[in-house]
Structures are given as C-alpha cells and as structure tokens.
C-alpha cells in the first residue's frame, strides 16, 4: 500500500502566473503549526514524507482561490492524445441530484478527456468537498465567482482553445449567469436548465414539500446541535430542504429574483447547446436570451436525465447526452466568429493542493489523499486541525454507493466539527465511488457492499493515516452498508476504539441470509398476480432471481463444510484453523500498528455486539424509521437487553417512515448530537 | 397562485378531454416514461396508492414536469402536494380543476 498527500511537484498543469502552493500558502498559506495538547505537529508537516508518489494520480484534485476566501474543490483530468480544442468545466446539479450524477460526472470527464479536452469538475461553494456551509451569505454570487474562477484557471491553462461550461440543472443556471456577466466562456452547454431561478425553485419547492409531506418533523425537532447549519423546519425561515439538502432563505430569494433575460450581459458565448430533458420543452426564453446576446444556439434532445438522477448505484450515463456534447464541442461554427474571444483581464486564481479555512473558530486544512489497495486507488478528503490536536483520529465511510460527502453533505459536517475539536478526520471514498478507483457497475448487486474487500479498504485507510502520522486511536463510522464496514473493522483491528452504525441494514452478512431475506419479498410479492401478469409478459428481470436461487442451492450444497467449520471454532480455532489471538494482549502489548485479529466472524448482531464490548470498543447503533435489520432484531427480541452492551448507545426509532439516508433536517441535527456525543465520550476517555 | 392555459377549449376537442379515459391514459403513460415505478402501471388501479407502488418523491416531480408539458398547464403551489401526485385518480383531478378553474378565467 501506499499513500500521496495532494500534488507535490513537475505538473505542466499549472497556469502561467498561478502559482501553486507548495509550501502551505496560497489558500493554505500562513498558517501557524501550533502543537496540541498531545504536543504534536499538525500532521501535514509530516504528510509529503508519508508519499511514495512523485507526482498526484490522475484525476488531480485541487483547489481554486480567486481571494473570496471561498476556496473551490475541483478535480482535473487532463486531455489526453491529441487535444481537440477547448477545455471543458463541468458545473454540478444541486443537492441530491449533485450526489446522484457525481460519479457520473467523472466519467463523463474522463471521455471528454480521452477526447482531448483538458476538463475540471468542481463543487460549488458550501456544497461537495468546498469550502462553506449552505448558510453562507451571498451564495448566488459565490457560486458565479466559482464558475468565473475555474474558468479562467482553465483559460489560463489551455489557451489557445478557449473553455466550454457544461452546466446541468441549477448548475447550468450559475454558468449561464457566470458567462453573462463576463467569465471568458466561448462555449455554453445547458441541460435542463431554466432562464429563471423561480423555475428551477418551483421544482425544488414542489420536491421539498413531497418530502416533508411524506416524513413530517416530530413536535421536539428542533432539538440538536446548534452548529449543524440545518434549521429544523427547513422553510419556516424562507429556506429550502431538498431532500435532505439545505439552500437558506437569502439563497432562496436570491434564486427566486434571478432572471438570465433581466441581466446586464456584458459577454456571451460564441456558441450555446441547449438540452431538453427526456422528451420535455426547454425553456424557449433561455435560447432567445443567449441569441439576444449574440450567441449561436443549437436544441438537441436531452434524453437520459431521469435515468441519471436516482441513487448512484443505479444512475445510469446519459450516453446520447455524451455524443450530442462531444459533436457540438467538435462542430465547425456555421458563422464566423467576430473576432478573437475576448479574453480575461483578471488573473487566474491560484490553484493549491490544500485548503485552509475557518470553523467554529478553529483553522482547519483539508487535502486530498490517495490510498493504493490491492483492490483500488481509494481516494480521500483529510480535515485537520492547525491548531491543537487530540489523539483521535476519525474516519468516515461511503453511506451504501454515496460519495464521501455523505449522506445531505452530513459527513463534511462532521469531519469539520470534529476536526475543529482536534480530531483530524479522513472521509473516504471506497472503490468504484466517488473518486476512487474501481467499476461502480459492481455496486448494482447490493450483495457487493458485503464483500470483505471493502473491509479490507477500511483498514488499509487505518493504516494509511497511521502512517501518515496521525493517532493511532480511531472513532470510525458510516451509514448502511459503511456501518457494517466500521463494524467488521473494528472488530479486526483494535485500533478501533469507538464506532458509528447509522442505519444498517446488516451487521452480519452472508449470501444465505441474504438469499432468505429476498426470498420472504418475492413470496410476498408471489401473492400479488400482478407479479405473475408481469412475469408472463418478461417484464421481471428472472436474473436477479436466478442469482437468488443460486445462492440458496450452494448453500444447501455447503452445509456439510460449515458444519466441520463450526465445529473447529467451538475447539478454539478459526474457521481456517489457525489460532485465536487474545484482544486485550493484542491491544496493551505488542505493537502499535496494525493490531489485526484472527477472530471467528460473529454470527449474530448479538455475537457482535458482545465482542465488541469485550473488546470496549464505544458504539451508537442508531436505527431511524423502517429499517429491516432493526424489525429482524425487533422479532426476536435480540435488542431487549441492552444492558448486556454497557458501552453501546443504541437509538431506536420511534416512527415507521423510511428515513434511511437521514434526510429530514431535523433527524440530520439529532444525528449530528448522537455522534459528537459519542465523540466527547471517547474524549473524555483520553484524558 | 398561478395558472397558465393555452385555448382550453382547443384543447377539449383536439384531446377529447370531455372524456376521462384518453386523459387517464395520457397519465399512465407519462407514469410510465418518467414515474420509475418498479412494476407495471398497466397493473395500476386508477385510485393506486404510487407512492405505495413504489414512486420516490423525486420521480413525481419529473412526473408533474411532464404531465405540465404534455397538457400545457401548470400547477400552481397549492397543488404541489403528495396528495395530489398519489393516484392517477387523483392527478386526472388536479388537471380538471385546472381546467375548469382556467375555463371560468
């Protein structure tokens, strides 16, 4: 395994009079390295000496700084072969669709750049990996300035071709305003994009309050953390909840305000691709704005946008959206342009490989970080404290296929916090999500989720922050499938010594209780004759089915092999005959690194549970609404006895609405309490 | 609240919309290109809980874009609730009562 920690050195990539930081400047320059009460160095002081790699992977991300002091997440693929023309920056959707299309995106950047198009990606300020909270003031203006920024960077970048924006949904919106209002874009591509920000609220609006209908807020919801940044009743202050993502009421009614055809356009793009939306009319007005301020217009169908905007295990790439951009952008201009593009009389904001920022009071560094596995290049955001540093170090996992934001952006939150109380905290992307490495198509089989690689990448990332220099004590946490992860690695690895289970829906997996659990749902559904009209008419997809079957067949044929495997644990060994280890040798002598355990995988939650508290690892087990695994226990009263689990908090729910990514506001604020509750805990435990 | 029709009457005649089956099938369909319901909505009763059946919140909004633009109406915010996009029943209601509102205007 090995580790880099952002982009040290020798990138072409950088535009002429932007400079890089290097050195902790620029976004992160400046900042004093004060020890803790641990008495350590922040660990970026010793981070370049943890990297094996001369240069940062691609991919590169990074991040840009125009002085608003709103740095910008971005990633950077670089045109490979021949380059075709223009760089492309791809501006995001917003909230759950941003989440959605994430990793889709990156593909989408990676055919552009194969293409030949030198492309960025970024986050716009308080959303994704930049900097910001929702809350922030003037986030109309702060997301333009993003777009104007990256822009010029890649202007500066790539000359001569120029930069196409590709703008999907609200992001197109931002971009349409961005090239207006001067950024230096020649090309503009739009995709289900309004003239006015009400018509993109509207859609907002009309999704937030489906949602709110379906989880109404409980008459105690405002209890919580004060600093979550989410009201409890988003839309009792003018804000907005979009599924579990925030947009504040100043925001709101900046958006409500924004009509592109009432804006002083100083600029326009040479050329504009409007995209309809699966067969539905753009919106005329945007077409006749951009002729208006002298652009060419093209319309092209838009289809693939619903089939794109579910969970992104699921989403699917818009391939026909991908062809029609890579023509337009490949396209001979039927009019000849006017005169050279216009270019930027601003500077280029600087590009750095780390960003510093306030919160709560506290400077705090995030950075990029890469872990090479045996299974994936795995990718990462680091939140460290510059400032004093307590002897914990967190790590948070993907919530089931969910980039490492989490889920309602609830992770950036968290590692922030924490790390603004001195807990220097990784968010990770396992493979094939988000950024890292790995073939997402995988994920469409939810067994996946469960295979012990994913385990394994978790305590590699363990291991790659030990070896970065960072406490070797970790709280580790995620949602679904990331609480089984955190389970199983705390199980395997001492080090572990508090963990987070947010809405599993296993803590112990295998194919056969899988197998039974989708075999209740198809009797079930074996009832209904719809099932059965479908069947007939090959509208069920008998493969998942089949798959189903299969596991239960070779579990029948097992049965013998696992019977003389129990039996060998019951006489003291594994199940692969070697020896057991002891935990508490293992966790007061012997080396600090790398406390691994041989131990017999529990074959219970309560089994579980019990090793973990022999081990006295600190949990929450947190179950919220209709979560199957909680309804399993529930039946056979495996949760009665609580006490059995002294340092185990469980939270269970007190409602039946699905709920499993936490998406309500005020369920995001309880949530936030539990686990810094659970954090203090640990804390304290270090005193 | 705002309601945006174009030639109703047109409309009635050109769609047939005096009478409710071609509209209900007008909605199955539109259910069926962009509700990403998980079974079949030729199963559906006409009073079918969606929801129930399986659409996400998300889904109906494309839902509601869609039948927006295939009747060229708009529904205005009071109606932009879960009730309304939670049959075909009641979502073949919604679109008389804009008819009918923007009839009177």
């Given at each position: 395994m090995s580790v880099s920690v952002g982009a040290p050195t020798g990138r072409s990539s950088q535009p002429a009079g932007a400079g890089t930081d290097r050195g902790g400047s620029g976004p992160s320059r400046g900042e004093p390295s004060g020890s803790g009460p641990g008495g350590d160095e922040p660990s970026t002081a010793s981070a370049p000496a943890a990297s094996t790699e001369p240069h940062p992977p691609e991919p590169r991300p990074l991040y840009l700084d125009d002085g608003s002091g709103r740095p910008v997440f971005a990633v950077l693929h670089g045109a490979r072969g021949e380059r075709s023309g223009c760089a492309v920056l791809l501006c995001p959707p917003f909230g759950w669709e941003d989440m959605c299309c994430y990793r889709i995106r990156r593909e989408w950047a990676e055919r552009l750049a194969g293409e030949g198009h030198t492309t960025l990606r970024i986050d716009l300020p308080g959303s994704g990996d930049s900097a910001g909270a929702p809350g922030d003031p003037e986030q109309l203006r702060a997301w333009t300035q993003a777009v104007d920024a990256a822009v010029r960077w890649l202007d500066a970048l790539d000359r001569p071709g120029g930069v196409a924006a590709v703008g999907i949904g609200l992001g197109g919106l931002v971009a349409c305003r961005a090239a207006l209002l001067g950024a230096p874009i020649d090309r503009l591509a739009l995709w289900s994009t309004p003239a006015r920000g009400a018509v993109q609220l509207r859609e907002l609006r009309a999704f937030s309050r489906l949602e709110r209908a379906r989880v109404p807020a409980p008459a105690d919801a405002d209890a919580g953390t004060p600093d979550a940044g989410t009201p409890a009743h988003a839309g009792d202050d003018g804000g907005l909840a979009v599924n579990g993502y925030v947009l504040s009421a100043e925001t709101v009614a900046a958006l409500d305000q924004l009509d592109l055809a009432r804006l002083n356009a100083v600029r326009a793009p040479r050329r504009a691709l409007v995209l309809e939306r699966d067969g539905l009319k753009s919106d005329g007005r945007l077409a006749a704005i951009l002729e208006a301020a002298g652009a060419e217009v093209t319309i092209e169908d838009g289809p693939g946008w619903s089939a794109m905007m579910v969970e992104p295990q699921d989403a699917q790439p818009p391939t026909a959206v991908f062809d029609a951009v890579s023509r337009w952008l490949h396209a001979r201009e039927s009019r000849a342009p006017a005169g050279a593009p216009s270019r930027p009389t601003m500077a280029a904001p600087r590009a750095a490989e780390a960003m510093t920022f306030e919160h709560a009071g506290v400077r705090l560094r995030e950075r990029p970080v890469f872990i090479d596995t045996p299974a994936a290049r795995l990718f990462g955001v680091l939140c460290e404290p510059l400032g004093g540093r307590r002897e914990l170090t967190g790590l948070l996992l993907n919530a089931g296929p969910q980039r490492r934001t989490g889920p309602n952006r609830m992770w950036v939150e968290i590692a922030r916090r924490w790390a603004s109380r001195g807990v220097s905290t990784l968010r990770l992307d396992a493979a094939g999500i988000g950024d890292s490495d790995g073939d997402p198509s995988v994920l469409a089989r939810v067994t996946e989720f469960y295979r012990p690689t994913y385990v394994d990448q978790t305590l590699a990332a363990l291991d790659a922050l030990g070896d970065m220099g960072l406490p070797q004590r970790f709280v580790v946490g995620g949602l679904c499938s990331g609480a089984y992860w955190s389970a199983h690695a705390a199980l395997a690895d001492e080090r572990v010594s508090a963990l987070v289970m947010l809405n599993p829906r296993t803590l112990v997996f295998d194919e056969w209780r899988h197998a039974r659990r989708r075999l209740r749902q198809l009797r079930e559904r074996a009832l209904q004759a719809a099932t059965w009209r479908k069947l007939l008419r090959g509208e069920i997809k008998l493969a998942r089915h089949l798959e189903t079957g299969r596991t239960v067949f070779e579990r029948a044929a097992g049965a013998p092999a696992r019977l003389r495997a129990r039996l060998a644990q019951r006489g003291g060994?594994?199940?692969?005959?070697e020896p057991l280890r002891d935990p508490k040798g293992a966790r007061h002598g012997g080396s600090v690194t790398r406390r691994r355990h041989a131990a017999a995988a529990p074959r219970s939650v309560p089994e579980l549970l019990d090793a973990l508290t022999e081990r006295g690892t600190r949990a929450l087990l947190l179950f919220t609404g209709a979560e199957v695994l909680h309804r399993e226990l529930d039946a056979v009263g495996a949760l009665d006895d609580p006490g059995r689990w002294p340092q185990l908090e469980l939270v269970l729910p007190d409602s039946e609405v699905e709920t499993h990514t936490l998406s309500p506001p005020w369920l995001q604020r309880r949530v936030h309490a539990l686990v810094d509750r659970l954090l203090d805990g640990e804390l304290e435990r270090l005193r | 609240m705002t309601v945006s029709m174009l030639s109703v009457s047109g409309l009635e005649k050109s769609q047939g919309w005096s009478d409710d089956e071609p509209m209900l099938d007008e909605i199955r369909q539109i259910l069926k290109d962009h509700g990403r319901l998980p079974i079949d909505v030729d199963t559906l009763a006409d009073d079918a809980d969606l929801y129930q059946a399986g659409m996400a919140s998300h889904a109906s909004i494309e839902v509601m874009l869609a039948l927006e633009n295939r009747f060229d109406v708009e529904f205005p915010d009071h109606m932009l609730t879960r009730s309304v996009f939670e049959s075909i029943s009641s979502i073949a209601a919604a679109l008389r009562e804009l008819r009918s509102q923007a009839a009177l205007s």
């Open positions: 060994g594994t199940a692969a005959g | -």
